[in-house]
């Protein structure tokens, strides 16, 4: 449910305890996370457009939110959409529609599979976020980087538990780079 009162001081709260976060992380969230501000960085100056950057700062802000305390805020995510829909028409409606049921229906079924969560509801809308804007083209794509981006971290951090926004965010990144 979306409380967007709630949503804000939350987020809010979180971005005070960024610093102290980042500190307590290993080495590789803190590779992951100049990567992302390069990455951002470079949206930004190839777009050259307040829109775009405010984007990527936006998309990053999700990201440490996600890796400090495993919740992506609806508030960011429905600014995220507005500035998504401001720079891009979204191509295709009804596939990603298809598309976005797809993932709903893989989170829900591996779920009853392996009887625990897998991916939590955030990222999910997340995805369904950037399933709007990306083009038919670059939707493999962006999923096989997305899993193996986490695969690989997962193997150096030998953890089985990690949040995946930012893994979604740099996959996104890449797609939209490449599209």
Do not use: H
Not at 1 to 8: K, L, R, T, V
Not at 16 to 24: D, P
Not at 51 to 71: C, K, T
């Amino acid at each position: 449910m979306f409380y967007p009162i709630q949503s804000i001081g939350y987020t809010w709260d979180i971005t005070k305890k960024i610093y102290t976060s980042l500190q307590c992380k290993p080495w590789v969230y803190q590779v992951g996370v100049s990567i992302c501000c390069a990455a951002f960085l470079l949206i930004a100056v190839m777009k050259l457009s307040f829109v775009s950057a405010a984007l990527g700062i936006l998309l990053f802000w999700i990201s440490i939110i996600d890796m400090y305390d495993r919740v992506v805020p609806d508030v960011l995510l429905l600014v995220s959409f507005c500035f998504l829909l401001y720079l891009r028409i979204p191509p295709n409606l009804i596939v990603s529609g298809l598309l976005i049921g797809g993932v709903l229906l893989m989170k829900i079924g591996l779920e009853k599979l392996f009887k625990k969560e897998l991916m939590g509801w955030g990222d999910v809308k997340l995805i369904a976020v950037f399933l709007v804007f990306l083009p038919l083209e670059t939707v493999p794509f962006f999923l096989f980087i997305c899993g193996g981006l986490f695969l690989i971290t997962a193997i150096l951090t030998r953890r089985n538990q990690l949040p995946f926004a930012p893994f979604i965010v740099c996959s996104f990144l890449c797609a939209v780079s490449f599209a």
